[in-house]
């Protein structure tokens, strides 16, 4: 179980993270979202330990996280900025997290068939980048996520870029590659139905912390809070607005 408690990153006066916790459960796929700027990002790249915190603690299964760096963690992740190989064919793009562990060659190409499988795309490996649509891109790179069968999967806006109709599909899609791999995921979006379909429980995000949690329509029935009321009525939108 990944734990976070009390977390705070500030960037001069800007407090990106002001106090945030969260807990992830074994095979339990949790989303945050939150509007463009309430620190979703920061959270993220401070539970892969890509951004250093001022204080609190990020732990899993019980051990202290805050000396481990980013490879130790055992954490897959699906960053918009951590784009896929160009030179390298499909296999090699996905066999990279294998190669870094120095798995040996047979069994890493076992497992490459594997993932590829996984992701719908059985045989793939001699292929190359170049000639990928946006969205078997997209499943390449999640099978490169889960090929060193990471511990917890960490997305930011995996999607982004991406369109509508092809991201409606997708998501399912990952849910169900995540649920068959029995991986924990947290899956950042400012997008409800983003959120609500990849998600067994959202976490709301506001201002460097988490102030809900529940489905969407738990959270609707439960919060108080008007600002969570409000946000959680904006259906389906791009909810940029203020923090
Ligand atoms: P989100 O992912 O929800 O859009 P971010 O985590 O990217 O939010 O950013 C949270 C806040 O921290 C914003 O005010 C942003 O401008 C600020 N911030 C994030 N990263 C940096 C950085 N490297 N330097 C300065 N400010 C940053």
Redesign the pocket.
């Known amino acids: 179980m990944l734990v976070v408690d009390d977390v705070r990153v500030t960037?001069?006066d800007?407090a990106?993270?002001d106090g945030a916790s969260l807990e992830v459960g074994t095979d339990e796929i949790v989303a945050i979202l939150?509007?463009?700027?309430?620190?979703?990002?920061?959270?993220l790249?401070a539970i892969a330990g890509l951004q250093p915190i001022d204080s609190g603690r990020v732990s899993f299964d019980g051990e202290d996280l805050s000396t481990l760096p980013p490879h130790r963690r055992g954490f897959g992740l699906m960053f918009q900025d951590y784009a896929l190989f160009p030179h390298r064919s499909v296999g090699r793009n996905v066999r990279f997290g294998l190669e870094m562990q120095d798995t040996p060659a047979a069994t890493a190409d076992a497992r490459v068939a594997e993932v590829l499988e996984m992701v719908g795309l059985t045989g793939w490996q001699p292929r190359p980048i170049d000639g990928l649509s946006g969205g078997e891109a997209q499943r390449v790179a999640l099978a490169r996520t889960l090929a060193p069968r990471p511990r917890l999967v960490l997305l930011?806006e995996p999607l982004g870029s991406l369109d509508r109709l092809l991201r409606d599909r997708l998501v399912s899609e990952i849910r169900q590659i995540l649920t068959r791999a029995s991986t924990p995921a947290i899956y950042?979006t400012?997008d409800h139905d983003e959120a609500e379909r990849v998600s067994d429980r959202t976490l709301i995000?506001r201002a460097?912390r988490i102030v809900a949690t529940g489905t969407l329509s738990e959270i609707r029935a439960a919060s108080t809070d008007p600002w969570v009321q409000d946000f959680v009525e904006i259906q389906g939108s791009d909810s940029k607005g203020s923090?």
Do not use: E
């Open positions: 960037f001069g800007t990106a993270l939150g509007p463009s700027g309430c620190g979703k990002s920061t959270l790249r930011d950042v400012h995000m460097g923090r």
